[in-house]
């Protein structure tokens, strides 16, 4: 009833779809370890006031670079297959990784020779792009890149992190910075009201922000009521 | 409009249509950057909400082609014209359907909404089932998909002509708008992935379980190909299918998807065991061409002998 080649076409391509699987769990698992890494270099920031951070962000942009090398591999390796099979595998880890780079740029990292880094930088979904070499939003052929929902999802990450960040800003003194980041997840937040959403994924972290307008909005409240807003910031 | 509002005095109200959303959204420095990505997002939405549907016709199609399927009483080259007909037009919806969500997943988009067309599976089993039916073998994927992409381009030939008629049934109809049809190699199709082909095969061995259950109480015999005695029954069939999925490797992607269609798999052929074994066991205590109340193919008009 059955052709015996048959059973051997299937046997291969299940084989084959197994090794791609392993060998993508390795790339994967790399990856993680960089961006642990530079996320655990990013949670000094906490502790670091704003005149350290030309000794702090040089050591995220190099946990950075690792990423970026990794990447590399992933483009290369992933490229081969159909992106969408495996994409789910990888996505996370890719999140992460943007959030990294977002928010080390916004920290005023990531400075090139065109365009030195500066605080409350948003870098685009492009821009990211360019930065782990890759295309992004590819929609004309099959290849590795970062989406739009990717770099949507790491957009959301920075934003809690940053939250948090306000309230430590002002333990060190800095209350400009808090104001800074309150107007900064403000906006994002009016933002994310242009989309459109789904009931997927995307809708739900996005409802997420609203916790972090109203914990910077505390702060920020805090402030103002015991007039330590800085003039230059409030304007 | 169906009619409006009165207010107390019975006063047609003004203001009654659905009111505008007054979104007033605050413009800032990353609007336009959101804006730019909301197109982008809403893009894929409303593909996959339209691959959706289709997918679902597809699937409810393809049911309703088993459904005929099974009341096919025996293996055989030619099935019955009746049910052939149903086929036929089921799958040439099934065609159109698939013409217009062909150009939705070419490329890259192929895998991105794989999830969105479970129906591919459907029809792969109505597909093997049909063919395993006429002739007793199991379709190869190369094969199978040929046939799919082959109904894609028929669906979009089919389409092809309404709008030359539509466009001359128009007073005003451009004949331009009508000669420009590409040739039917190029046009999109939809292509199987092996995912589909594989599950679409579990799902045939429960279909198969069934054929052979309700023909072998209806006719009394197991079914097989042809009429001679030594010919192989659909209990070999099983047990060759069988052993086809226990011997692959287990595929990686979802484990658990897998195991439970390995697991109803070996139940449906250990069903079709029992009935080979029941068979054999109380067939042979009856006459040779007995069955429990004569019950004809439900396709009377098409029994062998009857003039055609």
């Not at chain 2, 420009?180 to 199987?192: D, Q, W």
């Amino acid at each position: 009833m059955i052709d015996p080649a048959l059973f051997d076409k299937l046997k291969a391509k299940i084989e084959e779809d197994t090794s791609v699987r392993k060998e993508l769990d390795q790339i994967i698992e790399e990856l993680n370890q960089h961006v642990s890494y530079t996320q655990g270099v990013l949670s000094r920031i906490h502790s670091t006031p704003r005149s350290k951070y030309p000794t702090l962000l040089p050591q995220v942009e190099e946990g950075i670079k690792k990423e970026v090398a990794t990447i590399g591999k992933l483009n290369a390796f992933a490229s081969k297959y159909p992106y969408y099979k495996y994409n789910y595998k990888w996505t996370r880890a890719i999140q992460d990784a943007i959030a990294t780079v977002l928010l080390c740029a916004w920290l005023g990292g990531m400075g090139t020779e065109a365009k030195a880094g500066e605080v409350c930088r948003l870098l685009t979904v492009e821009e990211v792009g360019a930065i782990f070499g890759v295309p992004v939003n590819l929609l004309d052929r099959d290849a590795f890149h970062v989406t739009v929902e990717e770099y949507l999802l790491g957009l959301i990450n920075i934003i809690d992190d940053l939250s948090r960040l306000a309230m430590n800003s002002v333990t060190m003194g800095d209350n400009e910075l808090a104001v800074l980041i309150s107007g900064f997840i403000k906006d994002l937040h009016a933002g994310f009201q242009v989309l459109n959403l789904k009931n997927d994924i995307l809708r739900k972290r996005v409802d997420s922000i609203k916790y972090a307008v109203k914990k910077v909005e505390d702060v920020v409240y805090d402030l103002s009521l015991r007039n330590l807003i800085p003039a230059k910031a409030s304007e | 409009m169906s009619g409006f509002k009165r207010d107390r005095n019975g006063n047609a109200k003004k203001n009654d249509g659905p009111k505008a959303p007054s979104k007033n959204i605050v413009r800032n420095a990353y609007t336009p950057l959101f804006e730019g990505l909301r197109d982008e997002l809403e893009a894929h939405h409303d593909r996959r909400d339209r691959l959706g549907k289709a997918s679902r016709d597809i699937t409810a199609l393809s049911k309703k082609i088993i459904f005929s399927l099974q009341r096919v009483r025996k293996i055989d080259n030619d099935l019955p014209q009746d049910i052939q007909k149903e086929i036929n037009t089921r799958l040439a919806e099934i065609a159109k359907l698939l013409a217009a969500i062909a150009p939705e997943v070419q490329g890259i988009n192929r895998y991105r909404y794989s999830r969105s067309l479970v129906c591919l599976e459907e029809l792969v089993e109505a597909l093997t089932f049909a063919h395993y039916l006429k002739t007793q073998t199991l379709i190869g994927d190369d094969e199978l998909s040929a046939v799919v992409e082959d109904l894609a381009r028929q669906g979009a030939a089919a389409a092809a002509p309404e709008d030359e008629v539509m466009a001359d049934a128009g007073t005003d109809a451009t004949p331009a708008a009508a000669t420009a049809k590409p040739a039917a190699a190029e046009l999109p199709t939809v292509s199987l992935t092996d995912d589909d082909y594989v599950y679409g095969l579990f799902d045939l061995t429960g279909e198969m379980m069934r054929f052979a259950t309700t023909t072998s109480a209806l006719t009394g015999k197991m079914a097989s190909g042809g009429g001679a005695a030594d010919q192989r029954t659909i209990v070999e069939d099983m047990h060759d299918l069988g052993s086809f999925f226990e011997m692959l490797p287990l595929r990686a992607g979802n484990k658990i998807q897998w195991e439970k269609k390995l697991e109803v798999m070996r139940q449906s052929v250990q069903k079709v065991e029992k009935l080979g074994y029941d068979r054999m066991i109380r067939g042979s205590e009856r006459p040779d061409g007995w069955v429990d109340g004569w019950v004809p193919d439900l396709s009377s008009n098409d029994q062998p002998g009857s003039p055609e």
